[in-house]
């Protein structure tokens, strides 16, 4: 297993467009999360799964964000209408059982410019 | 809600000298407490894990401490090399709401 893949690396698209972000994660892990990161900050929560569920979601993922896991495996998370807001780093992250006792192994991250 | 403050927010140093890196959280019930690397427009690559019940890790020039009770951990780099630049993040666990919490990082730069 080569770790966590997120794929586009880079996504430049035009405002009031949409956007779908793909994550594979480690495929033992039974966890998934998304974050954002903006230059100069860490990361922040944005929602996780457990399996294809989805437990919970961050206030900062408007409605204009859904995040899809089916069957459990790959995610992906779209942004729909994006604003200029949007743009930042998105990254994913994977770990196994509740408490991570390996820790998150993260993606590279997908880098979205809104223009 | 969890707090995490990492200080120095940047640091330049000069090759081979020792780094020290502080990371401050505000709720102590924690899993967990992940040390990450981050270069410039790169994804997170982590370096070392500290269970709670755990007051250190070491991995090659790298330990990390943690002090549960007082909300800290320090990251030490021993004698820093220009390929040490980037960005060291904190993240801590909870036992909670099963959350990772980051610091904004800090930044560090060694000089040759």
């Known amino acids: 297993d080569t770790g966590v893949s997120q794929d586009p690396r880079h996504k430049i698209t035009k405002r009031g467009q949409n956007v779908t972000f793909r994550c594979d994660p480690i495929?033992?892990?039974?966890?998934l999360y998304w974050y954002r990161q903006t230059l100069g900050q860490g990361p922040e929560f944005l929602t996780y799964?457990?399996?294809?569920?989805?437990?919970?979601k961050s206030r900062l993922l408007s409605d204009r964000f859904s995040a899809e896991r089916p069957k459990g495996s790959f995610s992906t998370l779209e942004i729909q209408r994006t604003e200029q807001g949007d743009s930042a780093m998105y990254l994913c992250?994977?770990?196994?059982?509740?408490?991570?006792?390996?820790?998150?192994?993260f993606g590279s991250g997908t880098r979205l410019t809104v223009v | 809600k969890q707090e995490v403050t990492q200080i120095p927010a940047a640091l330049s140093v000069p090759e081979g000298e020792n780094l020290v890196l502080n990371c401050s959280f505000t709720?102590?019930?924690?899993?967990?407490l992940q040390w990450f690397r981050q270069d410039p427009g790169k994804g997170l690559t982590s370096l070392l894990l500290?269970?709670?019940?755990?007051r250190e890790q070491t991995s090659g020039r790298l330990n990390a401490s943690l002090d549960k009770s007082s909300g800290r951990s320090t990251l030490y780099i021993a004698a820093s090399q220009p390929g040490d630049s980037a960005t060291y993040l904190c993240?801590?666990?909870?036992?909670?709401?099963?959350?990772?919490?980051f610091g904004a990082g800090t930044t560090v730069t060694v000089r040759a």
């Open positions: 992250a994977s770990s196994l059982g509740f408490s991570s006792p390996s820790g998150y192994t």
């Open positions: 495929s033992e892990h039974n966890r």
């Open positions: 799964f457990q399996n294809e569920a989805q437990l919970e």
């Open positions: 709720d102590s019930a924690i899993y967990n």
């Open positions: 500290i269970q709670s019940s755990q």
């Open positions: 993240a801590v666990f909870h036992s909670n709401d099963y959350k990772l919490s």
